[in-house]
């Protein structure tokens, strides 16, 4: 069972700055694909970061959701199996819980999809994050 456990949110004024780190567990990159996604409440779940692997030389993607590109940036450190979310000049409308996910486990009608490519099926309890303007 793979596991993903999030930390680093917290509550910020807007233009303000966060890091999130997801430690997983090494079956977590099994699949192709590991990211972030978020919720608010009353909303649906918006694919926010992912990298996808691409496989031999071919290196990796990653993908961006267009409400977080040039302010959300994704990283890892496979050496200590954590996954990064920079967050910078956050906005109120940032504010959710926010997912580390893993392309591990059965697709379900649960399964998020992020950029057509990367299936996010796993995902750990969040980390809540609050921007105030």
């Known amino acids: 069972q793979v596991q993903l456990v999030e930390s680093g949110g917290g509550s910020v004024q807007a233009g303000g700055s966060l890091r999130l780190s997801c430690a997983v567990s090494?079956?977590?990159?099994?699949?192709?694909?590991i990211g972030w996604f978020r919720q608010a409440p009353g909303t649906e779940r918006e694919g926010v970061a992912s990298?996808?692997?691409?496989?031999?030389?071919?290196?990796?993607?990653?993908y961006y959701a267009d409400s977080v590109k040039g302010r959300f940036t994704i990283s890892q450190d496979r050496a200590k199996n954590m996954v990064y979310l920079e967050m910078n000049n956050l906005k109120p409308e940032d504010t959710a819980m926010y997912y580390c996910?893993?392309?591990?486990?059965?697709?379900?009608?649960?399964?998020?999809?992020?950029?057509?490519?990367?299936?996010?099926?796993?995902w750990g309890q969040g980390t809540q994050v609050t921007v105030s303007s």
């Open positions: 090494e079956n977590a990159y099994s699949g192709k694909c």
């Open positions: 996910a893993a392309d591990v486990g059965p697709l379900l009608s649960t399964t998020l999809i992020v950029a057509g490519v990367c299936p996010l099926k796993s």
């Open positions: 990298i996808q692997t691409l496989g031999g030389t071919l290196g990796s993607r990653t």
